[in-house]
């Protein structure tokens, strides 16, 4: 399937990715306490491709009680804020239908008042709710297994340098209480999770579209290819964007700080929504993956040179399903308004006006999408044809098209999207067992990466979920291997 997606992928990675995945699966399960089950339904990103599945390809973790790790519990840093509810319990994505429906189905009402029981005792012991589920279920599990097989870890503690010794290794840490120097004897594997939070290299790899407008993260800065590269290291930056993308919004928050939300799976997809650019027509099929969707943003900018961009919906939409950070309701939290995260308008023009769009173009805009939508039908980018579109859309409440339906344009409302990345792609080049190939090729002695500072596999392709945890975990698995060969 990736070479039919363009994607240069090293055949020997694709059959290491599908040798070894199967391996790190049967141990996880078997000496672990990572719990992973197969997704049954979740469609590839790329249906068309030979080869494409309608589901079980992806895994998630199950969900872990956050109690069993002690004090240690502190240690796993919350989701961002505005990924859970009630300041601080985590929903997942099973979850939602089951709380949306607590007011007229007995079972979903069970099921939200064991949620709100579980974290009310919660809340009287800690901070935050110990139901712990999606990424954050994941970590805890790897944790929580480290730590009673005996690794020890140090937080708060930064690799600054890495040189080679007479026997292997050696690296300053900067810790809070000056640096440390440790020798490695065996090997080392940079696992420091790319460049997403490094301006120079983001202004190296990145296309110019997004350097202008992406959102940088916190941490993630570089430092392992940095390391790598002191070593005379090899990178591969020629993976078209060389990053991975989702659509996010942006909203200052009441402490100052600023909060971007992913628009992954929640809303893009749901009938009654559609996206424009600064010049008010669409650009693309908002139901697909996050990620080709922010590439037809990234085209769409680099043609026009103007990279606004927003979500629009009708208020029912967001009584519905949300949108971005506002949760579904009838009257949005007016903190939303105030401060222009939510535009509210009473006619395209209005709304036009607001956006800063040309308002005949908007108005021309949805009334197209209007009748097309009453038909179900969507002839100018196919929205609703694929499984993936169907799949984020809303099949069990609208039909003949769930990804469709006419907005009322006396009630409408849009939030301005960015690109961000999820995580970066260009990075070390490296062989089948993660080690890190130098400048002629050649193996590293004793040198490894994965994760995000592994070069992806994929080379600029997204066929799927877990595209970078994927990899990036059987990786880390066939480093280990080889370093214990
Ligand atoms: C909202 C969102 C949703 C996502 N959903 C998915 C998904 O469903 N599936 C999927 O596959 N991917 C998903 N991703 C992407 C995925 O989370 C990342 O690609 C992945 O976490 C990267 O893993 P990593 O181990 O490379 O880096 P990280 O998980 O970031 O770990 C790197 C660690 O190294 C530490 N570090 C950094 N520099 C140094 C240094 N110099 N010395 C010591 N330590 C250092 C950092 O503090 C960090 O703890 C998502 C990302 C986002 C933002």
Redesign the pocket.
Known sequence: MLESIGSKADIRKIDALLESGADLLAFLNDFTEVKLDQVAAHPDYLQHLNGSSLGGRAFAPREFDGRLLGNDFSRIRAPMPEFMVFGGMMVSKADIPLLLAAHREPKALMHALKLGLRYAADRVAGRRGTRLV??NALVAQLFSSALKRGVSFAFE????QLSRSAVGFKARLQTGSGDVSVRAGKGVIL????FSGNAELRKKWLPRPAVKRTVA?A???G??IE?GLSLNAAVEADHGGNA?W?PVSTMRRTDGSVAHF?H?ALDRAKPGSLAVDASGQRFTNEANSYHHFCEAMLARAADNDNDRFFLIADMAFVQRYGMGMIRPTARPARRFTECDYLIRANSPRALATQLSVDGLTLEQTLARYNENAGNGVDPDFHRGESALNRHNGDALLHGPNPCLRALDLSDLCAVELTVAD??TSAGLATDDRARVLNQSSHPIPGLYA????MASMMQGAYPG??????P?MTFAWRAVEDLCS
């Not at 503690?157 to 600054?160: E, N, P, S, W």
């Not at 979920?465 to 994927?470: E, F, N, R, S, V």
């Open positions: 999606m990424g503690t930064r690799v600054a696992a420091a999770g790319g993260h941490g993630n800065d430092g392992g390391l991975f989702m992913p992954i999820l995580g994965c994760g995000n500072d979920p877990g595209t970078t945890l994927g990036g």
